[in-house]
């Protein structure tokens, strides 16, 4: 009988920790994509600066209102979900993917917060639409594994953790345990038939 992967056996890579763009290769950025400045005109303020964040459903109002851009509403998404306001976060997802639907960053976001919820289906999707769109997306590859895992799916799972751990190039004990876990659950899982 294939063993159940729980969630909290392995660390959930995202949202609580600095988001860097899925071509960055994880390195950790702090601040929002750099952008070109016309002239005479000061530095565009961070997304969740421009539209505050005391009150979350407002600051996404306030974005969706100024027609901000999918990277800025990502943003607002993610300062929603720090702030406890997971349902605004997804809002806040939503419209980002509304405006430019191949954000690798928004689907990751948005599928981490259904993991977060014990929501494994959903995410799935969503994650598998973010290395879909960037396959060198590492964490997406890992938080995959996690929700396929989840669901019983042990070669799905296998395949997302190899792809992360090629991904990396560096040992990751916890995803090394990972991978033994699901190469047991594939070995124990019965020939389809």
Do not use: K
């Amino acid at each position: 009988m294939a063993r159940i992967v729980r969630l909290d056996d392995y660390v959930l890579r995202g949202l609580e920790r600095p988001r860097g763009r899925a071509d960055d290769s994880q390195l950790a950025i702090t601040f929002p994509q750099a952008r070109i400045v016309p002239l005479g005109r000061a530095p565009a303020p961070p997304a969740i600066e421009l539209y505050g964040l005391d009150d979350p459903a407002q600051a996404l109002a306030r974005a969706a209102a100024a027609g901000a851009e999918a990277d800025d509403l990502v943003d607002v998404g993610v300062g929603a979900v720090d702030r406890g306001h997971a349902d605004v976060g997804i809002e806040a997802f939503a419209a980002a993917l509304a405006r430019e639907p191949d954000h690798a960053v928004a689907h990751y976001d948005l599928a981490n917060v259904y993991l977060a919820r014990d929501m494994p289906a959903p995410a799935r999707v969503h994650l598998a639409i973010a290395v879909s769109i960037e396959p060198r997306f590492a964490d997406a590859h890992y938080n995959l594994a996690l929700a396929c895992a989840v669901e019983g799916r042990w070669m799905e799972a296998l395949r997302a953790i190899d792809a992360y751990r090629g991904l990396v190039g560096e040992p990751d004990v916890v995803a090394e345990e990972l991978a033994t876990q699901l190469r047991a659950a594939v070995a124990e899982a019965p020939a389809p038939g």
